[in-house]
């Protein structure tokens, strides 16, 4: 015999299987009083295995369908019934306070739609789910028509034909989320393996809601982390695009409308830059060729212009149209505009402006064909990607600026570097001829012009000569060698009037430059001039002139370049005139020092003649070799000697002097008493000093005696110290020489 659940082979004589207790058919009890037993034990077991079989299914409902509760709902009320003999079964939700009705079973169609028709509604103690969630316990009605039954019950037993139900709620922890409710034809309570049952169903429900709830969460999760990882993967290929086009930001804005376009399931995406007055389309993503030509053509306008990204640049905040056909907006938009975007099937809109520190500079609008279908997330993204617009412009911005400040630079490193070699050839060499060459060769250079000349005034002549070129030979060279430029003639003579600097553009427009070289210019290819008016200190020293073999304006950093190396150029000239001038003023100071060096030879002799014979006659007398003198006699015969002594040292010094200039001067060094030297000085000027009513005195230390130098020369450092200072003495005052010793010398 085998058994019907688990096909384990018996005896015919077996009972019960080995394998797993169930009844055998067939078998019959060796105890005839054991036969209602035998079959009460297989109705239990037979029920317990229905009941297993439901919960199986209902846990394989539950695993096939992690996303959906409604399945789940389905099994349960159809198992309820069935296996609790029911009229009806039913599942209620609870959601916020508000009772939902998901499900029911048995019963005539009329009688559900009727039940079902009462919900949704607040959860309250007037219904019989709402009585077991609020008190979180089963709730029975043996008898609905009983006088204590309550009148809600009555009226559903009446509504669905039962007499009595049984409700059990659905808990999560302490929580009640819902409830079951099955109901009888026939009034009587519920067996307690019928309440268990329930129970089991409850807690599969429950089971069935986490499972949804926690998918739900998970799907939600997923979908947030993969929108934001695609929002990273964008952003990353927006930053790698900013990172390879730090010149141009043209591709930054295609990636950013093409990325923002798939993000937020766009149907049409655009870019758009403010220049302060003008809004211009820039950037574009879902377009056919055909719509985006439309839509170009409809570009730029201005900021007031009726348009969501004109309107999000001038309000300086997003713009959200939910629905296109019934934004207030539609009537500021021209019937093309309207026509175009209806085309396009667009519906809902959103922009957002782009801001760099508190200035708006574009916005990015995104377009949809669905009815409010941009949510705070990709408001948030496209906030995001307008940043990163705004990233893109001001690294362009910065490395242009870094470009022509470098360009700038090194321009002017340039223009440093040629100054210095302008410089060094000034002061390496007084030819004229090479320190203008030189100038007008490294102007020309550095301007980017074709040809320079140099031209020096003549104040005398009133006329422009020419003193250096960059063209040393051909007509045009020799034209400018042979030809003075009168004052006022042509551009060049114009500039000794007004000195500004001027230019033609173009010498071949008849009557826009009047000169005699006019022929030879153009026949060497020149078109456009420039000339520099070279002044110094207000005065006219020359004019630098620049030719370009093409027409056009001169730029203005060219005009003031050569404005410097016009004052170099003033500069050399006027070295070479000084130069000259100097060269003539030594000259004459040789011929003048020529005569001076006859004229002291000449007086040397004819004074020391007659000094000597007083020198000698003095000493003569003060020797008393003739007779003898008095004292005061004697005094003044030895101021005399005295005097001519420092007369003829006068002389001596005239002609150290020149000895001086001749680079001949020696020193004669003897050992003579300073205090005796002092003495002799103080004599020589004592008379000047009493006139003014000076005192004075020496004070000589007693250490000072002796010194090796040349006599002659300190005697003349100290008469020269004492006749300043009675000189600048006022009267009255006193003077005081005062020798000493100093550092032990």
Not at 101 to 114: F, Q
Not at 294 to 323: E, G, L, N, Y
Not at 511 to 537: F, H, K, Q, T, W
Request: hydrophobic letters at 40%.
């Amino acid at each position: 015999m085998q058994c019907p659940r688990c096909q384990h082979e018996h005896s015919p004589k077996a009972n019960f299987c080995e394998g797993c207790g169930t009844p055998l058919k067939g078998a019959t009890p060796a105890d005839p009083d054991l036969n209602d037993e035998v079959a009460d034990l297989r109705r239990a077991l037979s029920h317990a295995l229905e009941q297993q079989t439901a919960t199986s299914e209902i846990l394989r409902v539950i695993s096939s369908s992690p996303t959906d509760v409604q399945p789940v709902f389905d099994t349960i009320v159809r198992s309820a019934l069935r296996l609790c003999n029911g009229a009806t079964a039913a599942v209620f939700r609870m959601d916020g306070g508000i009772l939902h009705h998901p499900a029911n079973y048995g019963g005539s169609p009329e009688a559900l739609s009727a039940a079902r028709a009462r919900y949704p509604r607040p959860v309250g103690m007037d219904s019989i789910p709402g009585i077991a969630i609020l008190t979180r316990s089963e709730y029975e009605v043996p008898d609905t028509e009983a006088p204590a039954a309550l009148e809600m019950s009555r009226e559903t037993g009446r509504i669905l034909g039962i007499r009595s139900l049984f409700a059990v709620p659905i808990l999560r922890e302490d929580d009640a989320v819902g409830a079951i409710v099955v109901t009888r034809r026939e009034p009587g309570g519920f067996a307690a393996t019928d309440i268990s049952l329930l129970k089991t169903f409850a807690d599969q429900a429950v089971i069935a809601i986490e499972n949804v709830r926690l998918f739900t969460e998970l799907q939600a999760s997923n979908r947030e982390l993969t929108t934001a990882l695609d929002t990273q993967t964008a952003t990353s290929d927006i930053l790698r695009v900013i990172s390879q086009s730090q010149t141009d930001v043209q591709p930054v804005f295609d990636a950013i409308v093409r990325n923002a376009v798939r993000l937020c399931g766009a149907l049409q995406g655009g870019v758009y830059r403010f220049d302060g007055e003008l809004v211009h389309s820039v950037a574009h993503d879902g377009y056919t060729p055909e719509q985006l030509q439309q839509w170009r053509a409809t570009w730029p306008k201005p900021v007031t212009a009726p348009s969501f990204a004109c309107q999000a640049i001038k309000t300086r905040s997003p713009v959200r149209i939910r629905d296109f056909e019934t934004a207030p907006e539609l009537a500021l938009h021209s019937p093309e505009t309207v026509a175009n975007l209806r085309a396009r099937g667009s519906r809902s809109v959103l922009a957002v402006p782009m801001f760099r520190q508190n200035e708006v500079i574009g916005a990015i609008s995104l377009a949809h064909r669905e009815v409010d279908t941009f949510s705070d997330a990709h408001l948030e993204l496209l906030k995001t990607f307008a940043d990163q617009a705004v990233i893109a412009v001001e690294n362009v911005r910065l490395f242009k600026e870094l470009e022509a400040r470098t360009a700038e630079l090194t321009r002017s490193v340039g223009e440093l570097t040629a100054l210095g070699e302008i410089s060094q050839v000034l002061s390496s060499t007084l030819d004229l001829e090479t320190v203008l060459t030189t100038i007008v060769s490294r102007a020309v250079q550095l301007s980017g012009l074709d040809g320079g000349v140099v031209f020096e005034y003549d104040d005398g002549t009133e006329e422009f000569v020419h003193r250096a070129a960059t063209e040393t030979g051909g007509t045009l060279a020799e034209a400018r060698r042979t030809t003075r430029v009168r004052r006022g003639e042509g551009m060049v003579g114009q500039t000794a009037i007004t000195l500004e600097p001027a230019q033609v553009p173009d010498i071949t427009e008849p009557g826009a430059y009047d000169s005699r070289l006019r022929g030879n210019l153009i026949e060497s290819g020149v078109r456009a001039i420039l000339a520099v008016p070279m002044v110094r200190e207000g005065q006219l020293i020359g004019c630098l002139v620049v030719s370009r073999n093409r027409p056009g304006n001169f730029p203005a950093e060219a005009v003031e370049l050569l404005r410097t190396f016009g004052t170099q150029s003033a500069l050399a000239i006027q070295n070479a005139r000084l130069f000259h001038e100097i060269a003539d003023k030594s000259r004459q100071l040789e011929a003048a020092s020529q005569h001076k060096s006859e004229f002291l030879a000449n007086m040397s002799h004819e004074l020391r003649t007659p000094l000597n014979a007083i020198i000698g006659f003095s000493e003569v007398l003060s020797e008393k070799m003739f007779g003898d003198v008095n004292d005061k006699q004697a005094e003044y015969l030895q101021d005399i000697l005295e005097s001519g002594r420092h007369l003829l040292s006068l002389i001596n010094d005239i002609l150290d002097l020149s000895k001086i200039e001749a680079g001949r001067m020696e020193l004669e060094q003897a050992e003579f008493d300073l205090p005796q030297a002092i003495q002799n000085a103080l004599t020589l000027v004592r008379e000047r000093a009493l006139r003014r009513g000076i005192a004075l005195h020496d004070v000589i230390d007693d250490r000072v005696a002796d010194i090796r130098a040349d006599e002659r020369k300190v005697k003349q450092v100290i008469l020269n110290l004492l006749s300043n200072a009675i000189k600048f003495t006022p009267e009255g005052g006193r003077i005081e020489v005062r020798p000493c010793r100093r550092m032990g010398r």
